[in-house]
C-alpha cells in the first residue's frame, strides 16, 4: 500500500495537521509526519517532495499558514496528488493561507481543503489511494456508512426528544 506525507511548515501546525493522521490511522492507511519550511528551508522541502515518489509516497498533504507556500513549491517538485491545509494564523485567520493556495498557477495544481480542514485532507488522500486498492476503498466505504449511522442516529434522537430535549441531553 502507497503512504501519505503529511508535510507542515512549523510544529505550530501539528494541533491542526493531528487530524489527518488521525483519519489514516482509523482507514489504516501508513503515513509520516515531517516539518519541513518552504522559505526557511527550501532545499530540504523540495527533496522531500521529488523523492516522495520513490519512497513509496501516493499523496502529499501540506499544511501551512500566513504566506502558505509550502503546498505549491511540494506540487512543483512532484507528479504526486498534493492537498493543501491552509492553517488559521495571523492577522487574517487562516484567509490569506487560504487564498495562496488555491491562486495556483497554471500547471501545478493543489487540492485545497478548508481553513483546519486536515482531517479532509486525510479523507481526500485515502479516496485518492483507494482509486488503486480495492481494500482500501472498502474502508471507506464503511467509515462513510458509520457517519451515515451516526446522522442517524442524532435524528432519531432529535425526533424522539424534540429541539428542547435533544439540546438539554448534550
Same mark, same amino acid.
Given at each position: 500500500m502507497?503512504? +501519505?506525507?503529511?508535510?507542515?511548515?512549523s510544529d505550530?501546525?501539528?494541533? +491542526?495537521?493531528q487530524d489527518a493522521a488521525k483519519v489514516l490511522d482509523e482507514l489504516k492507511v501508513p503515513y509520516e509526519v515531517r516539518i519541513s519550511s518552504a522559505h526557511r528551508a527550501p532545499q530540504k522541502t523540495a527533496q522531500l517532495a521529488a523523492g516522495a515518489a520513490a519512497a513509496g509516497f501516493g499523496a502529499i498533504i501540506a499544511g501551512a499558514g500566513g504566506a502558505a507556500h509550502l503546498a505549491g513549491v511540494i506540487a512543483a517538485e512532484t507528479t504526486l496528488p498534493v492537498i493543501a491545509v491552509p492553517i488559521k494564523s495571523g492577522a487574517l485567520a487562516g484567509l490569506d493561507a487560504l487564498l495562496a493556495m488555491v491562486q495556483m498557477p497554471s500547471g501545478i495544481p493543489v487540492a485545497t481543503v478548508a481553513i483546519n480542514g486536515a482531517k479532509n485532507a486525510g479523507i481526500l488522500a485515502a479516496q485518492m489511494l483507494a482509486l488503486a486498492d480495492g481494500e482500501l476503498a472498502g474502508r471507506l466505504a464503511a467509515f462513510k456508512a458509520d457517519m451515515l449511522a451516526g446522522v442517524e442516529a442524532k435524528d432519531a434522537k432529535l425526533q424522539e426528544l424534540g429541539v428542547a430535549g435533544y439540546l438539554a441531553d448534550k
Open positions: 502507497q503512504k +501519505v506525507l503529511i508535510v507542515m511548515g505550530s501546525d501539528l494541533p +491542526v495537521m
